[in-house]
């Protein structure tokens, strides 16, 4: 008579460990075990928040060198076009030969 062959039920979305000969390990071994899965698991889980962080700082570099990079270019800008009153701090074309507000002399 031959006694057949039970393959051990496998449950694939919480793996258990087996022996080296296919028996169920002792529960201290599971135990160990899915600590250390759990231990890799929350160590990728990690290195996916860092990289997700790391993410987030290169886009706030970039908005802020965007920022920096137009706020220079307008200031650039206003300094080749217009003049600046030193009374009142009004900006003015450089056409203009007095003050829009205040009518002091320009430079």
């Known amino acids: ?6 393959q051990p039920v496998v449950n694939y979305s919480r793996p258990t460990l087996l022996r080296h000969g296919g028996f169920p390990a002792s529960l201290a071994e599971r135990i ?6 759990l231990y890799a698991e929350v160590h990728r889980n990690s290195l996916l928040v860092a990289g997700e962080m ?4 290169l ?3 970039l ?3 965007i920022l920096g990079a137009s706020w ?7 300094r080749r076009m217009y003049y600046r009153c030193r009374s009142c701090i009004a900006l003015n074309a450089k ?4 003050c829009r507000n205040c009518g002091e002399p320009l430079p």
Request: glycine fraction near 12%; aromatic fraction near 12%; avoid cysteine.
């Open 54 to 57: 790391l993410e987030s700082l």
């Open 59 to 61: 886009g706030l570099g």
């Open 1 to 6: 008579m031959k006694i057949p062959y039970h």
């Open 63 to 65: 908005v802020i060198g």
């Open 72 to 78: 220079l270019f307008t200031d650039w800008f206003t």
């Open 32 to 37: 160990a075990g899915e600590n250390r899965i």
């Open 95 to 98: 056409r203009r030969s007095h």
